[in-house]
């Protein structure tokens, strides 16, 4: 039985691998439209270095970098995962205000240079390197330094 579930499982893993398909364009064009919309109004004057697309059997998934090094992670639909802008600002208008309104009253003289959720929560990583954890309603949960 156990030969049988870990056959199945490599099957299944060699499955994944063999119809993964990566695309690496600069075609703004192969985004989604949403993604198209983030990137037109916070990251105008932004060139794009590459964007990889991911096609996986169930999603596909969208990287994009600017040649400034900022990264977008985009989901299938165009929404944001994960904005790393390095060692400059996130726009304002991508961070949820609950959020943006904690770090400028606890953090004044840092501003946040990355941040990335997921279902459960946000991470936003701060200029003087903190990391705040922020859950679903945008309320802080957390610090690791």
């Known amino acids: 039985m156990k030969r049988n579930i870990l056959f199945v499982l490599a099957g299944l893993f060699a499955f994944q691998f063999a119809t993964a398909n990566d695309v690496v364009t ?82 004044a003289d840092a501003f946040i240079t990355k941040i990335e959720k997921d279902g459960k929560k946000y991470e936003v990583e701060l200029s003087n390197r903190l990391d705040l954890y922020f859950d679903r309603n945008f309320d802080f949960i957390g610090l690791d330094d």
């Open 26 to 107: 600069k075609d703004v064009e192969r985004l989604p439209l949403k993604a198209k919309e983030l990137i037109s109004a916070y990251f105008p004057s932004e060139k794009i270095s590459y964007i990889k697309i991911d096609e996986e059997i169930l999603t596909t998934t969208y990287d994009v970098v600017f040649v400034s090094g900022t990264e977008i992670d985009f989901t299938e639909d165009g929404i944001w995962k994960d904005i790393d802008c390095k060692r400059s600002e996130v726009p304002a208008g991508v961070i949820p205000e609950k959020i943006a309104l904690y770090v400028r009253q606890n953090f």
